[in-house]
């Protein structure tokens, strides 16, 4: 079993290493960008069979030490 987790920083929050790769990007030619931001994605394979158990131990590892739960939101997605 597989977690895909996506996380992100929170709206509102700035992001200065999204404003540096939009920049970036615009200095490569590549117009009509709109906000850029960047996150973090994680992959970790799991042990067992029951996905909504492995979504609650995902789940706090996220709230505990994968995301900044001040600044950031994540998302989970359990692949059997």
Same mark, same amino acid.
């Given at each position: 079993?597989?977690? #895909?987790?996506?996380? /992100?920083?929170?709206?509102? $929050?700035?992001?200065?290493?999204? #404003?540096? =790769?939009?920049?970036?990007?615009?200095?490569?030619?590549?117009?009509?960008?709109?906000? $850029?931001?960047?996150? #973090?994605?994680?992959?970790?394979?799991?042990?067992?069979?029951?996905?909504?158990?492995?979504? /609650?131990? =995902?789940?706090?590892?996220?709230?505990?030490?994968?995301?900044?739960?001040?600044?950031?939101?994540?998302?989970?997605?359990?692949?059997?």
């Amino acid at each position: 079993m597989k977690a #895909k987790i996506h996380v /992100t920083l929170k709206p509102g $929050v700035l992001d200065p290493q999204g #404003k540096a =790769v939009g920049h970036a990007l615009e200095a490569l030619g590549f117009d009509g960008l709109g906000e $850029v931001r960047q996150g #973090k994605y994680i992959e970790i394979d799991l042990a067992g069979n029951d996905a909504e158990e492995a979504k /609650t131990q =995902v789940d706090a590892m996220c709230r505990q030490l994968l995301a900044n739960m001040v600044i950031e939101n994540y998302e989970i997605e359990i692949e059997a």
